[in-house]
């Protein structure tokens, strides 16, 4: 059955940071229906195989595209690292993920030609930030760094803590000494930290929020396809997960920036 613009919007993710991404779409966005799955039972991803993390990523593209989306997004950067050929070759839909959205906004924005990619271990050690980068552009400098403290400070909820402040100057020492004007923020847990790492980087350096850009991806998306949701009414937004940890309620709503509705735990 062809996509339809009443269709809901699909997005995943390994785990709970791909609310972020779920956030900038419901604000940019706001009629149209969301359905996202987080993978909370086998979160997190970044220690398994690319052949598991295909097979996951897969196994999720089909649960959604069961639900007739009518686009997904890849909002988790492991899995859009290894796994967004394996996802574009089962959709019959629009794929977005948000490696290709933040190395297509990092290019447009940065002066000197000159970008930083922070994320997790394994996002950094997939490379996949530059090549998306020098596929679009050869001639922009790349440095990347690690930040795996991040994620848990994040979950802490230690959003404006000075452990956290610390943390981001040690990490962002060596890309500063780069001379970057533009810094991607490659995780979706890092949005939270937006304000903080714009006070430890300056003013001048240019934040590119992976959520906000896929978020401008998709409403471009869906406006050239014709898919855009014509109602006028309030959306539904449906939340599965495959297990409900302690504190996924706490969580989920400081990702949101709302109240966590009620979430289905599914079982593959």
Request: glycine share 6%; proline share 5%.
């Amino acid at each position: 059955m062809s996509a339809q613009a009443s269709h809901a919007i699909g997005v995943f993710d390994s785990g709970i940071g791909g609310l972020t991404v779920v956030k900038a779409l419901m604000e940019r966005l706001p009629f149209e229906n969301i359905i996202y799955f987080g993978d909370t039972a086998r979160v997190p991803y970044g220690v398994k195989s690319v052949e598991t993390i295909q097979s996951f990523s897969a196994q999720i593209a089909e649960f959604l595209l069961e639900r007739q989306v009518k686009l997904l997004v890849i909002a988790c950067n492991t899995m859009a690292a290894v796994a967004s050929d394996v996802v574009q070759g089962l959709a019959d839909v629009p794929v977005l993920d948000v490696i290709d959205a933040g190395a297509r906004a990092a290019v447009a924005v940065s002066r000197r030609q000159a970008v930083g990619i922070i994320g997790t271990p394994t996002t950094i050690n997939s490379n996949a930030y530059a090549r998306c980068i020098h596929a679009l552009d050869s001639s922009v400098r790349v440095y990347s760094q690690a930040c795996p403290l991040f994620v848990p400070l994040v979950e802490e909820g230690w959003l404006d803590h000075e452990v956290t402040r610390l943390t981001a100057r040690e990490y962002l020492k060596p890309v500063f000494v780069e001379a970057v004007d533009t810094l991607v923020l490659g995780c979706t847990h890092y949005p939270l930290l937006k304000p903080l790492l714009q006070e430890v980087a300056g003013p001048s350096m240019q934040l590119v929020d992976s959520a906000s850009t896929v978020a401008e991806a998709a409403a471009s998306v869906l406006l050239a396809e014709g898919l855009a949701n014509p109602q006028r009414v309030a959306p539904t937004y449906r939340y599965y997960v495959t297990d409900i940890p302690l504190r996924f309620q706490t969580m989920g709503s400081r990702f949101l920036g709302r109240d966590m509705p009620a979430v289905e735990m599914i079982r593959f």
